[in-house]
C-alpha cells in the first residue's frame, strides 16, 4: 500500500510593467509525506518474511518565473524557467527511507506571431529539461522488487507550430517536434548513459485540418483529418545499434454533425491504416489498432 500526501503553497504574481513587457515570479513550497507498507509472508518478492515499512516527511520549493515582451499586437517573445516535482509513489528502496521526488528543471524560449488578420499564427519553442532523481531497478536485486533512485534524464530541443484558419471555414494545424532525450546520469548502470530514452523518438510531425459547413444543404456538418508520425524508437536501453523499432504512423478522420445548438453528433475513427506501431519499455508492446467511436451529445 502506497501513499503520497503533499501540504503545499503556493503564489505568483503577474506583473504588467508597460504595455510591451509583463513579467511572471512564483513559486510552490510542497511537504511531501511519503508511506508505504508491504507485507509479503513467503519473502517472494521482498526477500523479507515479514511486513516492511517506508516513510518520510521532507519540504522542498519550485520556483517559477517568466518574461514577455510585445513590440506590438501580432508579435510576442518570451522566456521562462520553473522546477516542479513528481512524488516516486510505489517505488521501494532498501534502505526503507521513502525515496526522493522526481524534479524537473525547465528553460524555455519562445517567438509567437499572427498574421492574416490574427486569423493564423506561427510559433517556435525552444525547450531543455532535466529530471533529476529517476527511479531504475536495483542491480543488486533481481527480482525487480527494489529499486535505486539515482538517474538523471536530460532532453532539449525545438517545437513548430503552424496553425489558423487558412480559408474560410477551414481549419489547419501543423506541428513539428525535434527532440534528443538521453540518460545523461546512472551511476547504477553507467552503460545506460548516454543512450536515448525508450519512447522519444527524435522527430515527431503532426497535422491536421477541419471544414465546417455553415450554409446550405450541409450546413451542420463538419469533416476533419489528421496525420501523425514518429521516427525511429530505441527498443533497449542501453540502446543497442542497428535494434531499432519502425516509426509511427496514423492516419485519422472524423465527422460530425449538428443537428442543433444543442444536440451533436461525432464520429471518430484513428490508425485507419492499422498500423502496427510498436513501442517499448524494456519489453515490446503493439500499438492501438484500427478504432472507431460514435458519439450523441446533447447540452442542455
Keep these: 500500500v502506497a501513499r503520497a500526501i503533499s501540504r503545499s503553497v503556493y503564489g505568483q504574481d503577474l506583473i504588467d510593467l508597460n504595455e510591451n513587457w509583463r513579467i511572471l515570479i512564483g513559486g510552490r513550497y510542497d511537504l511531501l509525506a511519503q508511506r508505504e507498507r508491504v507485507f509479503d509472508p513467503l519473502g517472494a518478492l521482498a526477500g523479507e518474511p515479514t511486513s516492511s515499512l517506508s ?3 521532507k519540504g522542498y520549493f519550485s520556483p517559477r518565473a517568466g518574461i514577455l515582451y510585445r513590440p506590438d499586437e501580432e508579435t510576442q517573445f518570451f522566456a521562462a524557467y520553473g522546477k516542479s516535482l ?16 522526481q524534479q524537473d528543471t525547465q528553460y524555455e524560449l519562445g517567438f ?39 538517474g538523471q534524464q536530460h532532453s532539449h530541443g525545438i517545437e513548430v507550430n503552424l496553425g489558423g484558419e487558412i480559408l474560410p471555414n477551414l481549419k489547419i494545424n501543423a506541428a513539428a517536434t525535434f527532440l534528443h532525450a538521453l540518460v545523461s546520469k546512472d551511476d547504477n548502470i553507467p552503460s545506460q548513459q548516454g543512450s536515448d530514452l525508450l519512447g522519444a523518438p527524435r522527430r ?19 469533416l476533419g483529418a489528421s496525420y501523425y508520425y514518429a521516427s525511429r524508437l530505441e527498443a533497449t536501453l542501453p540502446n543497442t545499434y ?4 519502425a516509426p509511427q504512423q496514423m492516419l485519422g478522420a472524423s465527422l460530425a454533425y449538428n443537428f442543433t445548438d444543442n444536440l451533436r453528433f ?20 503493439h500499438g492501438e489498432p484500427r478504432t472507431i467511436a460514435a458519439s450523441l451529445t446533447y447540452k442542455y
Design 55 to 57: 516513510k518520510g516527511i
Design 86 to 101: 513528481i512524488p516516486n509513489t510505489g517505488v521501494r528502496i532498501q534502505s526503507g527511507e521513502a525515496p526522493p521526488p
Design 112 to 150: 509567437r506571431r499572427e498574421f492574416m488578420n490574427r486569423k493564423m499564427s506561427f510559433e517556435v519553442g525552444l525547450f531543455d529539461i532535466a529530471r533529476d532523481n529517476v527511479a531504475i531497478p536495483n542491480p543488486a536485486n533481481p527480482s525487480g522488487f527494489y529499486s535505486v533512485v539515482t
Design 204 to 222: 515527431v510531425y503532426n497535422f491536421s485540418a477541419n471544414y465546417t459547413f455553415d450554409t446550405g444543404d450541409l450546413k451542420g456538418l463538419e
Design 242 to 245: 542497428g535494434f531499432t523499432l
Design 266 to 285: 461525432e464520429l471518430n475513427a484513428a490508425n485507419l491504416t492499422n498500423q502496427s506501431n510498436w513501442t517499448s519499455n524494456g519489453a515490446l508492446y
